[in-house]
């Protein structure tokens, strides 16, 4: 799935990123990004349904043209209001599990936290925040901004993301398709290690080893 920016461009239009989707067989996931305030959003998630014939919308209220932050009033708002008319919503929003719980209970089909700020490649900045995230809801949840490389992505999966979605560290690395790569395998990992399960962390060693069947020597 990708997702794309809604623009005043003819979608049918001859070599259009809508064509180049579709004939690769990628399903097309519409968002608002560029709207700062729940009005401009609702209204873009509008032309996008009837430009794309889909219900399906990425949900973007940014609050913050320096940070891209979402602003999270503006953004329970709209999302509010377009799970009222029929859509299948999934917010970007803060790293924060009150709002998330809360944007759960409008009825949003997934969240969308940040790691760190959009294209920064900072990573999970707050991963406790994350894993309060994973406690606290039951819709899925999916790293939507700040990866950086292939172990921010494996750390995502770990905490309990059920996906992520990576742009800027796959399409600004030096070799997009090797970086593509690697974050596709680092996904997998990461998916592998929450389902194992890791080893409680401890402030001391613990050997592992048995004493058990140690030679006893004399003094």
Not at 15 to 21: D, K, T, Y
Not at 105 to 121: F, H, R
Not at 162 to 185: E, H, Q, T
Request: negative net charge; contains cysteine; glycine residues 10%.
């Amino acid at each position: 799935m990708v997702t794309v920016a809604l623009r005043r461009v003819d979608p049918s239009a001859r070599g259009s990123i809508v064509e180049v989707l579709d004939e690769a067989g990628v399903e097309l996931l519409p968002n608002t990004a560029g709207c700062y305030t729940a009005r401009d959003a609702v209204t873009t998630a509008r032309m996008a349904r009837e430009a794309f014939e889909t219900e399906w919308i990425k949900l973007e209220v940014i609050g913050d043209d320096r940070t891209l932050l979402p602003d999270a009033p503006g953004l329970l708002e709209a999302a509010e209001q377009l799970v009222d008319e029929g859509f299948v919503v999934l917010p970007y929003t803060n790293d924060d599990p009150i709002l998330a719980r809360r944007l759960q209970d409008v009825g949003c089909a997934a969240v969308m936290p940040l790691g760190s700020p959009i294209g920064s490649g900072m990573g999970i900045r707050n991963p406790y925040n994350l894993s309060l995230m994973r406690e606290r809801i039951g819709v899925p949840l999916v790293l939507d901004a700040g990866v950086g490389t292939a172990s921010d992505a494996a750390l995502a999966m770990e905490l309990g993301c059920d996906a992520v979605l990576c742009a800027s560290a796959i399409s600004r690395a030096k070799d997009p398709i090797v970086m593509a790569r690697a974050i596709r395998g680092a996904v997998e990992a990461g998916r592998a290690a929450r389902l194992a399960g890791r080893i409680p962390r401890r402030l001391y060693a613990e050997a592992s080893t048995p004493d058990a069947g140690l030679p006893e020597l004399d003094g």
